[in-house]
């Protein structure tokens, strides 16, 4: 069945920069599935890496509660409709209010927070009542909670991002823990990882990710080759996962065969092949720099990873969970029949 429709076509365009054509093409192909036909054309190396245009942020409040010895740290999204009332110091108050509560009863998620009992009354109705009182639906989206030897979390100052972080460490080190935390946070709540290491990474997502990106540089270099610029170096995988003993031995072979057709003395390659190697490993593991935490550039200082970071504060920190909110992420776009509309306020 072809799935091209106009307005498909347009949403396409706008979110890869693809031609007309090409959004056709993928969307026929796929059936109409927008995300589908994203990454059909960025393996075809037709469009960049694309935001969802779908996920439009719903108003409201993502607050962070941490308790004092930070073992526990709870996350909470509380949407309402307009920006207008999440700014309202009422809704301030009830996020914390809500988040608090489910901090102390050990609340684990949304629906066990909907099922639960506050200030006497069941959840839905101390809702409710807040509804009435503000005049604004109001929706306790998503929470969660974390806890470890030593956690902490952040909040954007404008209210739309949140992350918590737990890790292990020894005990004379919890106080600089604690601080590190809320850096390492803050740093997540800017360059958005959705994992804490490369070992995380959902291969089959790697292998297609592997084939987009070697697409994308190709036609780059497309476009420098037209211009007369230096051409991007395409790798040959884009994860740590990837790169087995095997290819890393591999690279090794083609630097030292390098190094001997170039005619370099065989006693100086020790100097030489260890920088080829880093070198090689980084240009072959950009996919972790993305989405992997320990393997980002730290935004407190980009001279170092964040693994880096964590082992410059003391060896024994080992992050175990990280949990990161953006206001109304995954909330679909409500299309609107505007037409429609006025014919229903008509009585039509």
């Not at 949403?11 to 031609?19: D, F, H, K, P, Y």
């Amino acid at each position: 069945m072809a799935g091209a429709t106009p307005k498909l076509i347009k949403e396409l365009r706008e979110m890869t920069g693809a031609g007309m054509l090409d959004c056709k093409n993928a969307l026929n192909e796929t059936d109409g599935d927008l995300e589908k036909a994203v990454q059909a054309l960025r393996e075809a190396g037709l469009g960049k890496a694309a935001k969802k245009a779908g996920n439009v942020a719903a108003e409201g409040v993502v607050a962070v509660k941490v308790n004092d010895d930070n073992t526990v740290a709870t996350l909470l999204e509380l949407n309402a409709q307009t920006d207008f009332v999440a700014k309202n110091q009422n809704f301030l108050d009830l996020t914390q209010e809500i988040v608090s509560h489910a901090q102390a009863n050990n609340i684990a998620d949304a629906e066990a927070l909907a099922a639960s009992t506050i200030n006497g009354t069941s959840f839905s109705d101390f809702l409710n009542g807040k509804i009435a009182t503000i005049g604004e639906n109001l929706v306790a989206r998503k929470l969660t909670s974390v806890t470890g030897t030593v956690v902490n979390g952040y909040v954007h100052t404008n209210g739309r991002v949140g992350v918590l972080l737990a890790a292990t460490c020894d005990d004379a080190v919890k106080e600089k823990t604690a601080t590190l935390l809320k850096s390492l946070a803050m740093h997540a709540s800017a360059m958005k990882p959705t994992v804490i290491s490369y070992t995380d990474l959902d291969p089959a997502f790697v292998d297609s990710e592997n084939r987009a990106i070697v697409a994308e540089i190709t036609a780059d270099n497309d476009e420098l080759k037209r211009l007369g610029k230096p051409l991007k170096k395409i790798p040959e995988f884009v994860s740590k996962s990837q790169l087995t003993d095997e290819a890393i031995a591999n690279a090794k072979a083609k630097f030292e065969d390098e190094l001997r057709a170039a005619g370099k003395p065989e006693k100086i390659w020790a100097n030489i092949i260890p920088g080829q190697i880093e070198r090689y490993i980084t240009d072959n593991t950009q996919l972790d720099g993305r989405f992997a935490l320990l393997s980002q550039a730290y935004v407190m200082d980009d001279k170092k990873t964040v693994e880096q970071a964590i082992a410059d504060v003391d060896a024994s920190i080992k992050i175990t969970a990280y949990v990161r909110f953006e206001l109304g992420e995954g909330i679909e776009k409500v299309e609107e029949d505007f037409a429609a509309e006025v014919a229903k306020q008509m009585g039509k």
